[in-house]
């Protein structure tokens, strides 16, 4: 195997990471079908709804249908075609079962139904470390002998598109001639690295973002011991870097999402449970805050006999912008809030429609200020710039007389936020500011 280069590509699971790539390659001329099992799906891609929070990737799959080199389908044939099958599909991770390799599995038995024996298969998907070599064995007993790779996503979501070419895409495949085959298809985009072995890519994938989650772990640490102390932690990290490339730790802040967390899971599946105690201490933390966050609003209701509670930027992250709610720190405190009746949450996004907010049982509201109003306690719960824009104290004055702002990501810092007596605003890792006591009356 691994002389004849591609002429298609077909990508299996065309959702957040699947349809950039897809994409991608329709723009670098090669024909692309995607094919994902979701008809919803399909037909958000379609109407141009699938990216609305992405607009060079709307442009481009726009671009890609009218060529006719990028074509959708919910269910792939045969061809004469020498296919590039990359695989994109989940590869959850699930408390008490671990890896689900169910989609994962799925994709390969429908690639196997309809690949030639020039084909070969990508796994693009975040898998654990072994997975590609088993797959590769696999298909060696059962004389299938096609050239499979690891070609994981780095890129980041909400700038997916953008990155495929320019993010170097790492090739894995223990077989040397394979590795070149795919690499020269990835070249299609961009910077390529031909990792030693499927192994050390699965592994570098993994390790990409089990240590970002290491580090915001640390920074949330951080943040947590100093403001234990009675110091403002954003202030003295701000101070500690200033000019000082050497202090390089991120602000503290929840860490959420479809990968952090499940990746740092996949890499420690692997390893004994007594390794990488550093890693595990960083993930309990990050696992911690919501509970944490969701703990001290409830402690600031807990005398009112109804509490309305405004979360405002629900989507796991606001930069880049995303409308994605999956792992959503902000859906976490909300439901742990609602374990309580007497809590009433409703909620405001930038990006996230009214709909998909009702569909987790949430009540939208058309704006911050809409949301606040009568709000015992409001959480700025993402890193959407539409919140630092905000006027806190119009969100105060509509807000109950002892309403609690609690800033996750620092938007209020260096902003003149006036609180009137008995009101209070927390910064996670920043401190507590309340408002002047009144005047005791003449
Ligand atoms: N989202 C990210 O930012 C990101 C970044 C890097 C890597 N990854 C990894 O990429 C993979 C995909 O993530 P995602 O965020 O794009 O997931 P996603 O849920 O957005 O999309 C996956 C798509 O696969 C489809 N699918 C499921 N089973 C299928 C099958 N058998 N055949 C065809 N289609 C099928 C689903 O319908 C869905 O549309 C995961 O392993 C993830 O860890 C994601």
Same mark, same amino acid.
């Given at each position: %195997? +691994?002389?004849?280069?591609?002429?298609?590509?077909?990508?299996?699971?065309?959702?957040?990471?699947?349809?950039?790539? &897809?994409?991608?390659?329709?723009?670098?001329?090669?024909?692309?079908?995607?094919?994902?099992?979701?008809?919803?799906?399909?037909?958000?891609?379609?109407?141009?709804?699938?990216?609305?929070?992405?607009?060079?990737? *709307?442009?481009?799959?726009?671009?890609?249908?009218?060529?006719?080199?990028?074509?959708?389908?919910?269910?792939?044939?045969?061809?004469?075609?020498?296919? &590039?099958?990359?695989?994109?599909?989940?590869?959850?991770?699930?408390?008490?079962?671990?890896?689900?390799?169910?989609?994962?599995?799925?994709?390969?038995?429908?690639?196997?139904?309809? #690949?030639?024996?020039?084909?070969?298969?990508?796994?693009?998907?975040?898998?654990?470390?072994?997975?590609? *070599?088993?797959?590769?064995?696999?298909?060696?007993?059962?004389?299938? $002998? %096609?050239?499979? #790779?690891?070609?994981?996503?780095?890129?980041?979501?909400?700038?997916?598109?953008?990155?495929?070419?320019?993010?170097?895409?790492?090739?894995?495949?223990?077989?040397?001639?394979?590795?070149?085959?795919?690499?020269?298809?990835?070249?299609?985009?961009?910077?390529?690295?031909?990792?030693?072995?499927?192994?050390?890519?699965?592994?570098?994938?993994?390790?990409?973002?089990?240590?970002?989650?290491? %580090?915001?772990?640390? #920074?949330?640490?951080?943040?947590?011991?100093?403001?234990?102390?009675?110091?403002?932690?954003?202030?003295?990290?701000?101070?500690?870097?200033?000019?000082?490339?050497?202090?390089?730790?991120?602000?503290?802040?929840?860490?959420?999402?479809?990968?952090?967390?499940?990746?740092?899971?996949?890499?420690?599946?692997?390893?004994?449970?007594?390794?990488?105690?550093?890693?595990?201490?960083?993930?309990?933390?990050?696992?911690?805050?919501?509970?944490?966050? &969701?703990?001290?609003?409830?402690?600031?209701? &807990?005398?009112?006999?109804?509490?309305?509670?405004?979360?405002?930027?629900?989507?796991?992250?606001?930069?880049?912008?995303?409308?994605?709610?999956?792992?959503?720190?902000?859906?976490?405190?909300?439901?742990?809030?609602?374990? $309580?009746?007497?809590?009433?949450?409703?909620?405001?996004?930038?990006?996230?429609?009214? #709909?998909?907010?009702?569909?987790?049982?949430?009540?939208?509201?058309?704006?911050?200020?809409?949301?606040?109003?009568?709000?015992?306690?409001?959480?700025?719960?993402?890193?959407?710039?539409?919140?630092?824009?905000?006027?806190?104290?119009?969100?105060?004055?509509?807000?109950?007389?002892?309403?609690?702002?609690?800033?996750?990501?620092?938007?209020?810092?260096?902003?003149?936020?006036?609180?009137?007596? +008995?009101?209070?605003?927390?910064?996670?890792?920043?401190?507590?500011?309340?408002?002047?006591?009144?005047?005791?009356?003449?």
């Amino acid at each position: %195997m +691994g002389e004849q280069d591609f002429t298609d590509v077909a990508v299996w699971g065309c959702g957040s990471i699947g349809l950039s790539l &897809a994409a991608s390659f329709a723009a670098r001329r090669l024909a692309v079908l995607g094919c994902d099992i979701d008809g919803g799906r399909l037909a958000r891609i379609a109407d141009g709804s699938a990216c609305r929070t992405e607009p060079d990737l *709307a442009r481009s799959v726009r671009a890609g249908l009218e060529s006719g080199l990028l074509r959708f389908t919910h269910e792939l044939g045969t061809a004469d075609a020498i296919r &590039a099958h990359i695989i994109a599909v989940p590869t959850p991770w699930r408390d008490g079962d671990g890896f689900d390799d169910r989609p994962l599995q799925a994709a390969i038995e429908g690639i196997l139904a309809v #690949a030639g024996p020039r084909d070969a298969i990508c796994i693009r998907s975040t898998v654990p470390i072994g997975v590609t *070599a088993a797959l590769a064995r696999r298909l060696k007993a059962a004389g299938r $002998d %096609m050239d499979v #790779a690891c070609t994981p996503d780095r890129s980041i979501e909400g700038a997916s598109y953008r990155e495929q070419f320019s993010t170097p895409h790492l090739i894995g495949a223990d077989d040397p001639a394979a590795a070149g085959r795919i690499g020269r298809l990835f070249s299609r985009l961009g910077e390529i690295l031909i990792c030693g072995s499927a192994a050390e890519a699965e592994a570098a994938k993994l390790v990409c973002n089990a240590t970002r989650d290491a %580090m915001f772990g640390l #920074a949330n640490e951080v943040g947590r011991l100093l403001d234990g102390l009675g110091l403002d932690g954003r202030a003295v990290c701000a101070a500690a870097g200033r000019g000082y490339a050497r202090f390089a730790l991120p602000p503290p802040g929840p860490v959420g999402g479809p990968c952090l967390m499940k990746d740092t899971h996949l890499l420690l599946d692997a390893a004994p449970a007594d390794a990488a105690p550093v890693i595990r201490a960083a993930r309990a933390r990050n696992h911690a805050i919501p509970a944490e966050v &969701a703990g001290a609003i409830a402690a600031h209701v &807990a005398d009112l006999t109804e509490a309305r509670v405004a979360l405002l930027g629900i989507a796991f992250k606001g930069r880049p912008a995303v409308a994605d709610l999956r792992g959503s720190p902000a859906l976490e405190i909300a439901a742990l809030l609602r374990r $309580d009746s007497r809590h009433r949450i409703v909620v405001w996004d930038a990006e996230v429609e009214a #709909a998909a907010a009702q569909r987790q049982g949430l009540s939208a509201e058309i704006s911050p200020l809409a949301a606040a109003r009568g709000a015992a306690a409001i959480v700025l719960a993402n890193d959407h710039p539409a919140l630092r824009a905000l006027d806190f104290d119009a969100l105060l004055a509509a807000a109950h007389p002892r309403a609690l702002i609690y800033d996750l990501w620092g938007h209020t810092l260096g902003q003149a936020v006036t609180l009137q007596p +008995g009101q209070m605003l927390r910064v996670l890792g920043g401190g507590i500011r309340r408002g002047a006591q009144e005047a005791p009356a003449p």
